[in-house]
């Protein structure tokens, strides 16, 4: 599954602020329905909405190496976690990840992701 980037700071802002959010041991999860999902709609293809997707892992959880390899984590994990399962489209979505990530494995991501997305209601 090809992941649309969220790129604009401000949609981070607003999915901090204004959305649901789900507290896991290794990452927090955000989301917020896009506002702009019919206009991408119309510019995708497929002609179907799309979820866009963000990931930050602060310095504080460690060095770039380390940033880097938990971005990859939860990018296998999100990716996993919806592999078998139908998902709501046209939300921004927002992972952060927490310092106990770091010593994660895309497995265990994987379960933490899954149990975020279904407390937050997005699986169909």
Known sequence: MKFHAICENHLFVKAYRTGKKAVCPDVVIYVLPDRHANLLKKQNPEKKKINRIG??????????????????????????????????????????????????????????????????????
């Open 55 to 124: 990931i930050t892992v602060t310095k504080t959880v460690g060095k770039a190496v380390v940033r880097t390899r938990v971005r990859r984590i939860i990018r296998a994990g999100f990716s996993g976690a919806v592999a078998d399962r139908r998902i709501r489209t046209g939300f921004l979505i927002v992972f952060v990840g927490r310092q106990s990530a770091a010593e994660s494995d895309s497995v265990r991501m994987k379960d933490q992701i899954g149990k975020g997305l279904e407390r937050l209601g997005m699986f169909l």
